[in-house]
């Protein structure tokens, strides 16, 4: 009975705690935006899903679970915009001016996902590509807009490919959003095997967050065994704020075995929704808000090579604290610097960082950790 009731308890202080962060935002933002003489940023991203097609004008996919669709979208980022923030639309159309609009967005097959890839690769100026998979309670549009704004901020001139699994969107759905996330493994797979077979790639990184870091370690253990290792044109995995229980990632990474990407997981010890999550599932520590320098951990991340960049000292609008690695300019950033080298950016300030005994430091993590500012 008290399991029961703890896990209740975990779920809606999860809700609370997110809704602290929500705001009423309309839901058919892909319906395109008249153009302004104003320049504006765009990013053009292609997306796979497992989403089901919505019957809703501008909504696109919902958050049913279907077969494996595609589209491509054309987001504008608005003159003013602020580094890390998602400027959502108060009305629709959308004000380019002021706001993230849609500029164009279209589903396509498969066979034409393809060919605009093949463009996409022919005309330059970047052979590699960043694919986004997004976490727990995001509609379709929670993803496209925060991975525009992602590879906006970042400066990243890697080709964008959103991976989106069927989240409902919904802040007690949290068992059916865990279920999509697992339901999706072998479609992400797919997608990677797709982009490590194209010669014309050069190399693949992976940015996840919270959920979406489940789907990701899954995918790449099943591929390790499947394949006996991942592909090393699979070159980064980025994990931020990852929802996983600490125990059952050191047997995800032990599955992957030697031949295996460079991983940099960005903590954070005040993530509430991961402190939420904990207490759900009764678990001794999420992957997103363990402590580094505990010697347990420090000498797992050591023995694996896993690099660290710890945000708890990092401060954002996020009252959830949940959000920090897209939100603070500093770790977005560093983000982009380590798209920029296709690996994990090495300190060069060691001496004055704690992390620096096992090498656990991105380049960049240094002052965002000591300051305590953005």
């Known amino acids: 009975m008290f399991r029961i009731s703890a896990s209740r308890l975990a779920l809606s202080m999860a809700a609370l705690l997110l809704c602290a962060a929500c705001a009423q935002r309309p839901e058919n933002v892909f319906l395109a935006s008249e153009p302004i003489a104003v320049p504006t940023a765009k990013v053009d991203m292609l997306v796979a899903t497992t989403r089901q097609p919505s019957s809703v004008p501008g909504e696109m996919f919902g958050g049913g679970r279907g077969t494996p ?34 500029v164009s967005a279209e589903m396509i097959s ?28 995001n509609r379709f549009d929670d993803a496209v807009f925060r991975f525009a704004q992602i590879v906006h901020d970042s400066g990243t001139d ?20 865990r279920d999509s996330a ?3 493994r072998d ?10 077979a194209d010669k014309s790639v050069g190399e693949i990184s992976v940015l996840a967050h919270s959920m979406g870091n489940w789907v990701t370690l899954e995918t790449l253990r099943q591929m390790a ?21 600490i125990d059952i990632f050191r047997t995800q990474v032990a599955e992957m075995g030697s031949k295996r990407p460079d991983f940099t997981i960005f903590v954070s010890r005040d ?62 950033q560093l983000i982009g610097k380590q798209l920029a080298t296709g690996q994990p950016v090495t300190d060069h300030a060691q001496k004055a960082n704690p992390l620096s005994s096992v090498g656990l430091v991105t380049a960049g993590a240094v002052t965002a950790i000591t300051s305590g500012g953005q």
Do not use: C
């Open 69 to 102: 669709g595609f589209a491509e979208i054309v987001i504008s980022i608005p003159p003013g915009h602020k580094t890390g923030a998602v400027e959502w639309p108060e009305k629709i159309p959308a004000d380019p001016a002021v706001s993230f609009a849609t």
């Open 271 to 332: 993530d509430k929704a991961l402190a939420a999550s904990k207490i759900l599932w009764g678990s001794t520590a999420r992957v997103g808000e363990i402590d580094p320098n505990a010697a347990d951990y420090k000498d797992f991340l050591a023995q694996n090579r896993i690099s660290v960049v710890n945000m708890t000292d990092i401060k954002t609008d996020d009252a959830v604290n949940h959000g920090k690695f897209a939100e603070s300019p500093k770790i977005i």
């Open 110 to 137: 498969r066979d034409e996902a393809k060919a605009r890839f093949a463009k996409r690769l022919a005309r330059g100026p970047s052979r590699s590509v960043l694919v986004f998979v997004h976490g727990y309670n």
């Open 225 to 245: 065994i499947r394949d006996g290792g991942i592909p090393p044109k699979i070159r980064n995995i980025m994990l931020a704020d990852a929802d996983v229980d």
């Open 187 to 196: 479609a992400l797979e797919r997608l990677l095997h797709y982009l490590v």
């Open 182 to 184: 697992t339901y999706s």
């Open 158 to 177: 890697a080709i964008p490919v959103l991976f989106t699994w069927p989240s409902r969107g919904k802040l007690l759905a949290y068992g059916y959003d």
